[in-house]
């Protein structure tokens, strides 16, 4: 047994050896004693025994302890044998992969079994042997991000090191990884090894992507949505490139709906949308903005005589017959320009000029029209209806319509949505993707918000009492809405006036990137919901809405947009994506609700989601307060 390392043997052994010396010395002195004293011996005799016995007792209690301490040492160093084996299986048949790096690149030890089956050449000790597994494409990127933060690492005493990066297997399959390292220094603080975990990430990047694409690319068309050619634009302002900016939309589309329906008008989207991808050139961007709205952004021109000759031909092309369905189409459409930065500076200023022009050529359809600063008319229409909206309020022009939400468990009213309206005398009635807009442009959003709100509660608050249930109410609010310092104080107000409970308010929100990268509103959010109010994401899947979203911000339900519900009936792929959102909610913790329920097949269609709520025509239109009462009788 191997234990004289232990201090308390070295200290017994130690003291064993001297008592044996002492005994010896005894012995001698005994005999002396016995030779030289005579008469004095026997009490000598007597002494020297006594010393004898002590001397052996001493000796025989450090063998014991020694034995004793030996038995202990050897069950430690066969525990610890058992746990070796332990880890050693454990390393050996782990699902990630585990490794030990020493201050030379070389791998000291790392878990067979994983980095066997992707194809590493196991009796390689080099890190070499894996970085060669690297895409080439990704293989760059990865070497210089390691140095980077590797170098940061060694310079901040930074403990961890994390990349990500694709390797190609021995299959041929591609693999997504994420590497982690753990730094260790030495007493000197010089870099002495590291130590991690390499662990296929595939599955998580590839959901990543389809929620990417759902968030960026319009399902229908598979063209980039509003949120990304969004973001190309300030890309492109940013770089301060000249560019020219597109807006198309198709003339009189809603008669193609009216007549042919909305399946087939979704395949006249799709097909002016194959004609714009095969037409523009390579390095312009397509996308897909509204129901019959494309934008197109170039950088392929420089003068308007270019540019006039390149939106003539795309004007030629989509203008040109169609057939669908064995139906025979032909149709025109408009479109407006505007180039940066000669007809404005910024994003905002940009896209509102591009639109001016759009509504100038569709004016007389069939035609495109370049953004000029005398185009006055439409501003001049627009103001005269702001003029209006603004009072709206004090000359009762505006009132609310409710449509039901359905319970999808119990088929029975869970609630309503609010929905303001617009009557004017002598302008008609407008309505609200033309008010609201205008709202949120002059701020009396707030205004028109806090009218919503209180006339919903007060509302609803009525219905308890006259027929003893609580109605959920449902209040859109945006964004602007949420810059109001007062507006957290505003909705408390409402809600102790009316004495209504927290918890069936549920407040729609449209999401945005400002609602995104804004922390104040977040906060704004998660306050909210700590009062019991609950929150939802509007028209979830029409472009701005992301994963991300879900994840970040304080939300208790998602409204599937009708378009994509509508989808779901005819795209298979729409179906799938729609049927992974609700599942995604649901492990969130979130309540889904689908909108456009429009016919009893989309019905069922919908039920198969598994969806919690159900909302649209099929069930009832937006309907005034006396048609609720007898909705709810019924």
């Known amino acids: 047994m191997k234990f004289t390392k232990n201090p308390l043997a070295i200290r017994i052994i130690i003291s064993s050896v001297l008592i044996i010396m002492i005994f010896i010395n005894e012995i001698y002195l005994h005999v002396y004693l016995s030779s030289s004293m005579g008469d004095e011996y026997n009490l000598m005799t007597s002494l020297y025994m006594f010393l004898t016995i002590i001397t052996i007792i001493v000796l025989f209690s450090n063998v014991y302890l020694t034995y004793r301490l030996g038995l202990k040492l050897s069950k430690d160093q066969e525990s610890i044998k058992k746990r070796e084996e332990r880890y050693r299986k454990l390393f050996r048949h782990t699902s990630e992969g585990l490794y030990d790096m020493d201050s030379d690149y070389k791998m000291k030890y790392y878990s067979p079994d994983w980095y066997k089956s992707i194809g590493l050449d196991i009796n390689s000790t080099k890190i070499d042997a894996w970085t060669n597994l690297i895409l080439d494409e990704d293989k760059e990127g990865f070497n210089e991000r390691f140095k980077k933060r590797f170098k940061k690492q060694l310079s901040t005493d930074q403990e961890y090191y994390v990349s990500e990066y694709r390797i190609k297997d021995i299959h041929g399959e591609i ?335 449209t999401e945005s990137l400002e609602l995104e990268n804004n922390k104040k509103m977040r906060n704004l959010l998660s306050n909210i919901r700590k009062m019991g109010v609950e929150i939802s994401i509007d028209d979830f899947g029409t472009g701005y809405s992301s994963v991300n979203s879900l994840i970040s911000l304080s939300v208790s339900h998602i409204k599937i947009d009708k378009t994509l519900v509508q989808q779901a009936t005819t795209i298979q792929e729409v179906h799938k994506l729609i049927k992974g959102v609700v599942d995604f909610s649901h492990a969130m913790n979130m309540l889904v609700v689908a909108e456009g329920v429009e016919t009893k097949g989309m019905e069922d269609i919908v039920l198969g989601l598994n969806v919690d709520y159900l909302q649209g025509y099929y069930y009832s239109k937006p309907i005034s307060e006396e048609k609720v009462r007898e909705f709810i009788l019924k």
């Open 175 to 509: 693999h997504w990884i994420e590497a982690i390292g753990r730094v260790q220094f030495d007493e000197n603080g010089d870099f002495a090894s590291m130590s991690g975990v390499h662990r296929d990430i595939t599955r998580n990047k590839v959901h990543e992507q389809e929620i990417l694409q759902m968030a960026y690319y319009d399902p229908l068309t598979n063209l980039p949505n509003r949120l990304k050619i969004t973001e190309d634009i300030k890309e492109a302002i940013e770089l301060n490139k000249k560019f020219t900016i597109m807006y198309l939309d198709i003339d009189n589309f809603k008669y193609i709906n009216d007549t042919y329906g909305h399946m087939f008008g979704d395949k006249v989207i799709v097909e002016v949308s194959n004609r714009l991808k095969a037409i523009v050139h390579e390095s312009d961007i397509v996308a897909h903005v509204g129901s019959d709205e494309f934008v197109i952004i170039s950088s392929s021109y420089i003068n308007k005589k270019q540019i006039e000759g390149y939106v003539y031909y795309i004007l030629n092309e989509i203008n040109s017959q169609y057939i669908i369905e064995n139906t025979t189409l032909k149709f025109t459409s408009s479109m407006g320009v505007a180039v940066f930065p000669e007809d404005a500076s910024t994003l905002r200023k940009l896209m509102i000029n591009v639109d001016i022009a759009r509504y100038d050529a569709k004016e007389n359809r069939n035609r495109y029209r370049f953004y000029e600063a005398s185009m006055g008319k439409i501003t001049a229409e627009k103001a005269k209806i702001k003029n209006a909206l603004l009072k709206s309020i004090e000359n009762n022009e505006l009132y609310l319509n409710y449509q039901p939400i359905i319970d999808f468990s119990t088929k029975e009213i869970a609630g309503f949505e609010a929905l303001a309206r617009w009557e004017n005398q002598e302008l008609g009635q407008i309505y609200p993707d033309e008010f609201i807009p205008m709202a949120e442009q002059t701020g009396f959003i707030h205004q028109l918000g806090y009218f919503v709100l209180e006339e919903a509660i007060k509302f609803v608050s009525i219905l308890f009492h006259d027929y003893k249930k609580y109605y959920k109410i449902n209040v859109n609010v945006s964004t602007i809405q949420l810059q109001d310092e007062k507006f957290l104080d505003h909705v408390q107000e409402v809600l102790v006036k009316y004495q209504f409970p927290a918890k069936y308010l549920n407040l729609e929100i």
